[in-house]
């Protein structure tokens, strides 16, 4: 049987430069693919197209457009009230948890 040729320090460095620059490659190609993913996904889900708007202002709000130009004046107003939504409520168990406690010896590793 051969013994197995030891490698120099140069091979060895040589080595850990390859491995060092593998890592950083893969580490940087994630982050570009991340950023890749991100903007496809933004610039193809522009959101739900159903959904309501809802005003910042939780009580109400009254909203007055003028639109004007050379021939007509249109001026309307309109009032929107947004219902303030439910709190969740946390309710007790229905029952109160119990414990057992018994005599035991616990042991890891060997036998």
Do not use: C, H
């Amino acid at each position: 049987m051969k013994p197995t040729k030891r490698i120099s320090a140069a091979e060895r460095n040589r080595a850990v430069r390859r491995l060092r620059s593998i890592t950083v490659g893969t580490a940087l190609a994630a982050i570009a693919a991340s950023g890749a993913f991100a903007g496809i996904a933004a610039a193809s889900w522009s959101g739900n197209p159903t959904a309501d708007v809802v005003p910042a202002d939780s009580t109400g709000t009254d909203t007055t457009t003028t639109t004007t130009d050379t021939t007509s004046t249109d001026t309307s107003s309109s009032t929107t009230t947004v219902q303030p939504t439910a709190t969740p409520t946390i309710r007790p168990a229905a029952t109160p948890a119990t414990t057992t406690t018994s005599g035991g010896q616990v042991t890891t590793g060997g036998s």
